[in-house]
């Protein structure tokens, strides 16, 4: 970074800027958020079963019960 007075200014040399433009680099970055939207499906979906599960905190579920609640909610059924 180059201070000139009060403005500063960043130069970025041309070969990380060009590379950032790079079909290589665009296609890790389409990567990169798929995998973090695929993460955040993952995280919504843990959070909605653990509220199924708060509803009937005292209620104990068998291997099959489990399952099927999974099922139901990857189906979009409401149980």
Do not use: H
Not at 25 to 38: C, D, I, L, V
Not at 52 to 69: A, G, I, M
């Amino acid at each position: 970074m180059i201070c000139q007075g009060r403005k500063s200014v960043l130069t970025i040399p041309a070969a990380l800027w060009y590379n950032v433009s790079s079909p290589e680099m665009q296609k890790g970055a389409e990567k990169m958020s798929n995998e973090n939207e695929r993460k955040d499906v993952q995280k919504a979906m843990a959070y909605d079963l653990i509220r199924v599960f708060e509803q009937k905190p005292d209620k104990t579920y068998s291997v099959k019960e489990l399952k099927d609640l999974i099922d139901a909610y990857i189906s979009g059924l409401k149980q």
